[in-house]
């Protein structure tokens, strides 16, 4: 027994919020389609319940053997609108009900996938579905749900852009939750076991086991013996805190996908913080040095982070996947809170750092009055930040209804609270109302 | 073997120390026929920390069961006692 390792994985586990932040059962549905609705949902319906029967039991299986907290278990599945499309169907609420009672049923914490790939134009399911959406984001609880608007090969969809602006606000002014249960993307991966982003893309397996770690209190807590050192000792650090992390991952991942007889797909190496005291991707980065996040030099300190983590997870595991990097959302981390409250960090420096991390402009209060060509011209900066720099992006804004920059939104649980940040009052309704295609990047053209 | 598989885990003990906790510990494990192959006792930072690598004849042993009870001992003794399956700790540290 070596007791001194022993030790330090009990301190992660205790101390640290060490934790596996979620299996994902990514299930297709191209099975399922049929062109009358009914019976596609029956067979939807059918196909979730007998794949995904003993996901939550596995899980709590694997946490009282282990001792490792598994904060999630949940299901991704193929884009709804390539499901839906065979039916005459004007709107697809009923699919939305379908994956929200299977996902009640089986005791999941969130089902991904009402989703639509529109980074180049609509095929007839996507606009029933983007149309569907605020109904689906206000009336289901765990129905979590994306639309691609852009990709570096395909450029972006300038008029997707525009119309999910609008529905954002639709969205947003039926219920106050809803805007936390969707993504806007730019390049959107298929194999993402994070909500809300997460769908099973039609080149993956029938069925298929992701895994998503998390552990920014121990990366912070291993950083805390490095201080003042140069930045290559805090690299290294990251390193080697992330492939211990990611082995836990890769553990937890093997056994899910042995005990539930479905294939193992990759383990996605992000931080994911909560808002739990010591849970913090923004601790991180002021422990690299800074007074607070946001201020000059946080991009710096949070590319080294992104960077370090991957180099550090990507010998743990198999196999990488997902989104794998930092996320950064406002909401859902105490040191990102504690920083927009006290202004040091803006949304203008927040989508500077979504250049060089995994994710984007995520989980933001805004201003209730903020105009959707505004919201829209946030997606379009952000699918440009990823369509030229060959990364995902996503766009996660929450206008809060009837509340003033400053003041304070609560979402609860894992999702947290934020204050309402300022967004920049001069329009940019005329750019947003060309619509239209913005060209691919000219280093897509790679073949 | 009979068909009966035999795991290792690691059950550690840690909190502040006092009279009868390795006793307590022991009896417990030997009233659930749990074999131990290893211990490791020692004062850290004023904590009793103990490591014990114990084995487990049957694959079906229910593990949420057990930490419960390991729970409720350790209250009644004033420490936390916890169990994982040995894998973990390998995963962790070892290539």
């Known amino acids: ?447 | 073997m009979n068909g009966v598989s035999i795991l290792k885990a690691i059950l550690t003990t840690i909190g502040k120390d006092q009279v009868g906790i390795i006793a307590g510990v022991s009896t417990f494990l030997s009233e659930k026929k749990i074999n131990i192959l290893d211990v490791s006792q020692t004062i850290m930072d004023d904590n009793f920390t103990m490591m014990m690598m114990v084995e487990l004849k049957d694959e079906s042993v229910d593990f949420t069961a057990l930490a419960h009870e390991l729970d409720d001992l350790g209250k009644q003794l004033g420490v936390e006692i916890k169990i994982r399956r040995e894998e973990i700790y390998h995963a962790m540290h070892q290539l």
Do not use: W
Request: overall charge negative; charged content about 20%.
């Open chain 1, 1 to 447: 027994m070596e007791t001194e390792k022993i030790k330090e994985t009990i301190h992660m586990i205790s101390d640290e919020k060490l934790d596996v932040r979620t299996i994902t059962m990514g299930i297709s549905l191209l099975d399922c389609i049929d062109s009358d609705s009914d019976r596609a949902c029956e067979r939807i319906y059918r196909k979730i319940m007998t794949k995904a029967k003993n996901l939550v039991k596995v899980g709590q299986q694997l946490e009282a053997e282990y001792g490792i907290p598994i904060i999630n278990k949940r299901i991704s599945v193929t884009p709804i609108s390539i499901i839906a499309a065979a039916s005459a169907d004007q709107d697809y609420f009923k699919y939305a009900q379908t994956l929200d009672r299977a996902a009640k049923e089986l005791g999941v914490n969130f089902i991904g996938g009402f989703s639509a790939l529109v980074q180049k134009g609509y095929q007839s399911g996507d606009l029933r579905l983007i149309n569907s959406l605020p109904q689906v984001l206000s009336e289901t609880d765990l129905v979590c749900a994306s639309v691609n608007v852009g990709s570096t090969r395909s450029g972006i969809n300038m008029d997707a852009v525009a119309q999910m602006g609008k529905v954002i606000k639709d969205a947003a002014e039926r219920s106050f939750m809803a805007n936390t249960k969707m993504v806007v993307f730019c390049n959107a991966v298929e194999d993402n076991p994070f909500m809300a982003g997460a769908f099973h893309g039609v080149g993956e397996r029938d069925v298929v086991i992701n895994v998503g770690v998390s552990g920014p209190g121990v990366v912070k807590h291993a950083l805390e013996k490095v201080k003042g050192q140069p930045l290559d000792a805090v690299a290294e650090t990251i390193k080697k805190t992330a492939f211990k992390v990611t082995r836990m991952g890769q553990l937890i991942g093997t056994l899910a996908s042995e005990r539930l007889h479905v294939p193992f797909g990759i383990v996605d190496l992000s931080l994911a913080p909560t808002p739990a005291a010591g849970d913090s991707v923004a601790q991180i980065l002021e422990e690299i040095g800074l007074e607070s996040v946001g201020t000059h030099g946080t991009t710096a300190a949070l590319a080294l982070l992104n960077d370090a983590v991957k180099k550090g997870g990507i010998m743990a595991c198999n196999h990488v996947g997902g989104l794998s990097g930092a996320f950064i959302p406002v909401s859902e981390d105490a040191g990102m809170i504690a920083a927009a409250t006290a202004g040091t960090l803006n949304i203008e420096k927040l989508e500077a750092m979504t250049a060089v991390c995994s994710v984007g402009l995520d989980m933001i209060a805004i201003p209730g009055d903020t105009p959707a060509e505004t919201i829209s011209a946030m997606i379009a900066d952000e699918a440009a930040i990823g369509m030229i720099n060959n990364k995902t992006t996503a766009v996660r804004v929450l206008p809060i209804k009837g509340k003033k920059v400053g003041e304070m939104a609560e979402f609860g649980g894992l999702l947290g609270y934020a204050p309402v940040m300022a967004v920049n009052a001069a329009s940019s309704a005329a750019m947003i109302a060309r619509g239209g295609l913005i060209p691919a990047p000219i280093h897509s053209f790679k073949n």
